[in-house]
């Protein structure tokens, strides 16, 4: 069983920067794709970036393009999100996911994943 815990969440101005954290437990993590999904209140939730298992490969969502970065180090079993020039509507739950079944592709559909953290909140104000 894979555990997953996000951290690093929290307050920030638009403009700002955080940077998240997923630690992973349980498994085999370099064997994993990784991926950073968000949710917002009354909406879906959605791909914001992936990595594949080696971290050469990223995946961004269009609205992050240029302003986050996904990354990765497997002797930490760990994967992170750099965000910067946080806008409102960055604001969501963000989630920290893994796959074990695809291991050729970074997927950005939520049935791409078969394990998820609990989500850390980012807030940005405007």
């Known amino acids: 069983q894979v555990q997953l815990v996000e951290s690093g969440g929290g307050l920030v101005q638009t403009g700002g920067s955080l940077r998240l954290s997923c630690a992973a437990s349980?498994?085999?993590?370099?064997?994993?794709?990784m991926a950073w999904f968000r949710q917002a209140p009354g909406s879906e939730r959605e791909f914001v970036a992936g990595?594949?298992?080696?971290?050469?490969?990223?995946a961004y969502a269009d609205s992050v393009k240029g302003r986050f970065t996904i990354s990765r180090v497997n002797a930490k079993n760990a994967v992170y999100l750099q965000m910067n020039s946080l806008k409102p509507e960055d604001t969501a739950a963000y989630y920290c996911a893994a796959d074990r079944l695809h291991p050729m592709m970074v997927a950005r559909t939520i049935d791409g994943y078969d394990y998820w953290g609990q989500g850390t909140q980012v807030t940005v104000s405007s």
């Open positions: 990595i594949s298992r080696s971290g050469i490969n990223t």
């Open positions: 349980g498994g085999t993590f370099s064997t994993y794709v």
